[in-house]
């Protein structure tokens, strides 16, 4: 039996384990990614994600690439049975404050493809084993120890990290040695989901259009150049063999064909998926984790699934890496199910609630969404808040600190938000002449401040690991901070504030002492 060791074991080669091992590597940390497939799974899955997460596949090196494989998202259409329009809510396709679109659609098998690459550039700071079945996941006190099977060989062999990351799926066999147990949130329902690849011009909207019909609900967006989704819901009775070849589901498909003629459509797939919202109730057993799909199932209503789980790796990486060095105490590890699991949680009850609003109620309600929906698409700040990419600030935790003295008055609190910036996603804002964002200038940890901060100041920030970025009131960066009456905000390794301050002195002090190496994406 053969036998390695790593820092840190990944089961699951998908988007959360393919994205923690890149951003790992990019903080000096080896890791090894345990996959059951040879190759990378064909069939399509997720199709949207927002620019919050585009801005961590930039991180990695692959916002070029990512650009050619995908496609702004334009927004949302309800419309009856019959596509005649409810209500609509155009979403912006420019560059928005992250440096991206608001919204994308791709193909998930191109993006695993994109995320191997970025893997691959990593050189010897990642090991991807595939083809390999894991059969048993042991714990000491130091470290982590799985048990696997070469499946074209049954040759078995042991990897030992100081970590696990179990990015192994719904059906998690890390989720069981975490010992914990879904919590259910309320949702389950059956769809029937069908990609269609197809050179023919079909004449409809480019944004998403969700039919509100208490009947069948149904789903229709365009991914690709080639490239169509449906999804219905299924009826009693109907499971999806029924619907297994073209001809079945052409019935269901029909309304959007009729200005194609007989258009040359290949079925690539057609399943049946069940929509549940359910999130794990521990996330963490002292050296294993669970991120993606093994620790929350999001229905599929405002496509945030596959993007928390990516979430999920940015916020934990550069995490272990800080204990890794030695710089940080383990306890901080808890700080990812802190801030990770009330915001997987409000986003999978926002998509439980938004499905319910554009399909619940019976017939009422189609009469009700007729009436209302339209109002609400002329109400510029509900349109503003359907249409906006932003997501919840993260809760209180070892790396979201409320700022000493730096509690902002009750009026202004209202106004900016809570106590202000701690627990937002930064801005990626332009920073230089040249165009140069944000992130693509800065790693680690930064203090980006309107004042210049002292020669003692900077000495003890600079020890710390961290950087400092001064930008001007009028910059996007100074008028971010002005607005939210603040001076100073520390930004993490992922982009989220971990404390602004209305002064240095007030923050600079909270900067942990990281000392990993911050190599940035690899060319």
Not at 14 to 32: N, Q, R
Not at 75 to 88: Q, S
Not at 383 to 391: F, K, M, N
Not at 444 to 450: Q, S
Request: hydrophobic share 40%.
């Amino acid at each position: 039996m053969t036998a390695q060791k790593t820092p840190v074991v990944i089961i699951g080669a998908g988007p959360s384990g393919l994205t923690a091992a890149a951003l790992l590597a990019d903080h000096g940390v080896p890791s090894t990614i345990l996959e059951r497939w040879d190759d990378i799974y064909p069939q399509p899955r997720a199709v949207h994600l927002d620019d919050e997460v585009y801005r961590v596949l930039a991180r990695l090196g692959l916002a070029e690439e990512f650009a050619c494989i995908s496609r702004p998202g334009r927004g949302l259409r309800l419309v009856t049975d019959t596509l005649d329009l409810i209500a609509e809510f155009p979403r912006d396709v420019e560059i928005g404050v992250h440096g991206f679109p608001a919204a994308s659609m791709f193909d998930q098998p191109d993006l695993e493809r994109l995320l191997r690459t970025a893997v691959a550039r990593r050189g010897h700071l990642v090991t991807l084993r595939g083809g390999v079945e894991v059969d048993s996941i042991t714990q000491g006190d130091e470290s982590v120890t799985v048990h696997a099977t070469e499946r074209a060989t049954g040759e078995p062999f042991t990897v030992d990290g100081r970590y696990l990351l179990g990015c192994d799926g719904a059906g998690s066999m890390t989720r069981s040695v975490v010992g914990t147990q879904w919590k259910d949130l309320g949702f389950s329902q059956r769809w029937l989901v069908i990609d269609i690849e197809t050179t023919a011009d079909l004449g409809q909207w480019e944004g998403v259009q969700q039919v509100c019909d208490t009947r069948r609900a149904a789903t229709y967006m365009r991914i690709g150049d080639t490239r169509y989704r449906w999804e219905f819901q299924l009826l009693e009775g109907e499971i999806a063999s029924d619907f297994r070849e073209l001809a079945a589901v052409l019935p269901l498909m029909r309304p959007w064909l009729s200005y194609a003629g007989d258009p040359d459509l290949r079925l690539i797939r057609s399943a049946e998926y069940t929509f549940n919202a359910r999130v794990a109730q521990r996330w963490r057993d002292r050296r294993v984790f669970l991120l993606g799909d093994a620790a929350h199932l999001t229905p599929p209503f405002i496509g945030q699934g596959m993007g928390a789980g990516i979430r999920d790796a940015a916020n934990l990486s550069w995490k272990l890496a800080a204990v890794l060095s030695g710089g940080v105490p383990q306890h901080s590890l808890d700080s990812y199910e802190d801030e990770r699991k009330p915001h997987a949680v409000g986003l999978i009850r926002l998509a439980v609630l938004t499905g319910a609003l554009m399909t619940g109620g019976g017939r009422g309600g189609d009469r009700l969404r007729g009436v209302v929906a339209p109002i609400l698409a002329r109400t510029p700040a509900i349109v503003s808040r359907l249409t906006d990419s932003a997501t919840p600030p993260l809760s209180p935790s070892y790396y979201v600190r409320d700022t000493p003295g730096g509690r902002l008055p009750g009026p202004l609190r209202g106004a900016v938000g809570g106590n202000g910036l701690a627990g937002t996603l930064a801005p990626n804002a332009t920073v230089s002449t040249d165009g140069c964002r944000l992130d693509s200038v800065v790693s680690g940890f930064v203090l980006v401040t309107l004042d210049e901060p002292t020669e003692d100041q900077n000495w003890e920030i600079t020890r710390r690991g961290a950087s400092t970025l001064v930008v001007g009131p009028r910059d996007g960066l100074g008028l971010w901070l002005e607005t939210s009456h603040r001076r100073c905000a520390i930004v993490r390794p992922d982009g989220t504030v971990m404390a602004a301050g209305r002064s240095i002195a007030s923050v600079f002090t909270l900067v942990p002492t990281v000392l990993t190496a911050a190599a940035g994406p690899v060319a």
